[in-house]
């Protein structure tokens, strides 16, 4: 049995600031399969989160040890509703998990903790009523990531929903396909644990299981949805009867608002989805959809030195049209390149850098999503099996990308004026046939993916105030020009190797024409050597007819319409 991988990062007082969770429970519920969870996996996370997040270790144990002996009553009748190994795992982990998390509250180990907390959530995978076998392929998203920020921003304080919204959140996150299996046709294979004598009763234990999960990860949007109430339970549920003496469930304490940024899956976070073609017997990555991106250390999103959207089409040339092994061997070897980029910082920012402990949590996510994906790779039973733990980690990649230093500044041009949209897709299309694309504009405009205003503002004297305006950045200005320029180098040859190589970007002409000609900067004197650059001339040119033109393009790619991308040849 392989539990997933959990990191709990600790702040200077102690407190637990985040907890990282990456990949799911191994072996799977129903073989090669997930199925489809009744309330979904990432409101279990948050149930830890929410027990953990701002306490002291020890304390965080404690809360977590409870949530552990809620999965079975005292008589042990939840396990008897699993077959043999299910059951003899469940019992496992309720004994060893305890036994863990009260040596966790004892010593105040994290190790310990995060391990009790991956015993915690592979039981609660385990459980009766978890999940249902609908077929292959039939576990489908439902809009979860919307629904689970608001929640969220809810507990936090953040955000304001009326009694009505947040009932309508939380029944939404419930399967409603997986319900309707349950209520007509699903067996004790396809529902472990399920009661077959009273089909209407299972579905209404499903439901009461759905609201106690959701009393744990978000106690106060449930109390305000007034869900603990016949009236509310009956405006929302209204094809569901409650016998007589039916006890709703109910938070177990007085809940305070969470701390900002509990759960580090909230919208300051990136979620990948990963879209497949089946060709013959092989599973293909057709495209990626991306949901968020991570939060900076600015705590806001500001001018991001090289477009997001460049990092992102790193990653799609990293994964798509690849088999899942392929992209999964390709994504770990871009992750553990992370390390070498010149802005990666020689140690964690402190606190007067970066407060909020925004680098922190992404590196902590980050090592738990690369730890994960590694652990996939050496026991998957399928390729499917690994798409979970790629997901992770395409968006723990992006959201730690996000987090380095200069990865934004406040000083900078708008992400509309640079037309970065616009940019993007003259690249694409370009990359569909290199050798067509004349070089002059390619290389204008792989540079142009580089804010250079934010460029000139980095290597301009220091006047006391850059790290306010751009924290965590190097000490002198040539240093940060060369970190910035090397980055964006990286970035855009990861993304486009082809049309790096053949516009010249690389070479003392590129990069004196950007310095000298866009930013009135010196070339560093390190620059030939520190770069790797070529001895070229070039004399970039815009391929657009105007730079006047207005422009509306947003800042991250929205898919509307796609980037053009190679795709692999059709077989005669």
Known sequence: MRYPTVRVAVGPD?????????????????????????????????????????????????????????????DGESVKLLAHPRSTWFNTIIEDGWDVLEDARRTSDIAKLQKGIAMYLTGRNLAPMTAAFLGPDQARGRGEP?????????????????????????????????????????????VPGIILHDRAEA????????????????????????????????????????????????????????????????SNACLANIELVKEGNTHYIDEIHLDGRGNTLLNTQGHHVTAHIAIEAAVRQTVVNRTIPDAMAQMLALADRIGKLATWPASAPSPKIDPKGIFANALVTFEAAKDAAKAAVQDATSDLDLLPELEGLIGAYIMMRNAMPMAAVLRGATADAKAEGQKMGKLWAWDEDPTRADP???????????????????????????????????????????????????????????????????????????????????????????????????????PFKSHAKKVDEEAEWDEKPKPKQKRRAKKK
Not at 54 to 61: D, L, N, Q, R
Not at 215 to 242: E, W
Not at 467 to 484: D, F, I, M, N, Y
């Open 14 to 74: 102690g407190k637990v600031i985040t907890v990282a969770v990456a990949g799911r429970p191994r072996p799977h519920p129903f073989g090669a399969y997930e199925g489809s969870h009744l309330t979904p996996w990432s409101v279990f996370v948050d149930s830890v989160r929410r027990a953990a997040v701002g306490w002291k270790v020890s304390t965080a144990a404690r809360e977590v040890r409870w949530l552990l002996e809620q999965l079975d009553t005292e």
């Open 203 to 266: 579905v209404r234990d499903t439901v009461i299981a759905h609201l106690r999960e959701l009393t744990y990860a978000y106690p106060l949007a449930y109390d305000a949805s007034r869900l603990a109430t016949t009236a509310g339970f009956n405006a929302a549920f209204k094809g569901i009867t409650l016998r007589g003496g039916t006890q709703l469930p109910e938070t177990q304490y007085e809940w305070e608002a969470a701390p900002a940024g509990w759960s580090t899956s909230s």
């Open 146 to 190: 919307a629904a689970l920020r608001k929640l969220r921003d809810f507990e936090s304080g953040e955000r304001q929903f009326t009694p009505k919204e947040l009932r309508a959140l939380m029944v939404g996150l419930l399967d409603e396909d997986a319900l309707r299996f349950i209520s007509t046709r699903g067996d004790t294979s396809s």
């Open 440 to 542: 002059a504009q390619v290389c204008w405009t792989l540079w142009k993916m580089l804010d250079l205003q934010a460029l000139s503002a980095l290597g301009e004297m220091d006047d006391g105030t850059t790290q306010k305006w751009a924290p965590g950045a190097s000490a002198t200005p040539e240093e940060r020009v060369l970190h910035v320029l090397s980055v964006h180098l990286d970035t855009m040859t990861t993304a486009f190797p082809e049309l790096v190589k053949r516009s010249h970007m690389r070479t003392t002409g590129a990069v004196k024409w950007v310095l000298n000609g866009e930013c009135a900067l010196a070339v560093p004197a390190a620059a030939t050597k520190f770069l790797s650059l070529t001895q070229h001339d070039v004399s970039p040119v815009s």
